[in-house]
């Protein structure tokens, strides 16, 4: 691709990241308002088959066990010399890694009580409440989602990176934000503000180290045998 041209994708890019930002603040308002409502529903329409089935989802799809997965398809990407999917199967790590980071560090500090939490006497309590740290309790760490975020900037990274295939990419991770909703793990909002947080990771990830990583891999010896 000629210069003139890639720099147009980069502005289209960037103008793509403000239009997702924007929406996704203004829906973030919304989120908070339906937060107790959705809470309530959720809580009075349980089927049991379903809370298993999010129960799953929760267990298998945090963070580690997606970097678990994507390490494996990472070392048969190098054995297999696939540059492409080397470099994608690295954004996606770096994406989740970089969600997932920077949310548990809001998430710690914002002391917001879980919606199961039945002992919290107050919704918001920051890092230090009542005489004691809250960083430490899990009950006190629900916003923002760190799974949900985890999933987005992990599957985010393959929405970006192959944009014909990005309904199937991102159906994991709605499913793993929507397990945490299920099980009274995360308000609505958390899950939002998670998946908010993965999916502008993932972008920029894939949009600006995507192509320095591309530019490091191009000059090992490793992948210049096989094209692609």
């Not at 691709?1 to 289209?12: A, F, L, T, V, Y």
Request: proline share 4%; charged share 15%; net charge positive.
């Amino acid at each position: 691709m000629n210069e003139p041209g890639r720099s147009q994708k980069r502005q289209e890019a960037d103008w793509f990241l403000l239009g997702l930002l924007g929406i996704g603040i203004v829906m973030a308002v919304f989120t908070f308002w339906l937060d107790q409502p959705s809470y309530w529903w959720i809580s009075t329409h349980e089927a049991k088959p379903l809370k298993n089935v999010a129960g799953l989802l929760s267990k298998y799809g945090d963070t580690p066990e997606l970097m678990l997965i994507a390490f494996v398809a990472l070392t048969a990407c190098w054995w297999a010399r696939w540059k492409k999917a080397f470099m994608i199967v690295l954004c996606v790590l770096l994406g989740a890694t970089i969600a997932g980071g920077a949310v548990n560090a809001i998430r710690l500090t914002s002391g917001r009580a879980r919606p199961n939490n039945k002992e919290a006497i107050q919704e918001w309590n920051g890092p230090w409440h009542d005489g004691e740290w809250t960083i430490p309790k899990n009950k006190y760490n629900s916003f923002p989602s760190g799974h949900t975020a985890g999933a987005f900037g992990f599957f985010g990274v393959l929405v970006f990176a192959r944009l014909s295939y990005a309904a199937l990419a991102v159906i994991p991770a709605v499913a793993i934000g929507w397990s945490r909703f299920y099980l009274g793990a995360h308000h609505l909002s958390d899950v939002w503000i998670g998946m908010l947080a993965g999916l502008v990771t993932a972008f920029l990830v894939w949009h600006k180290a995507g192509p320095w990583i591309e530019k490091k891999l191009n000059d090992l010896a490793h992948f210049r045998t096989v094209r692609g």
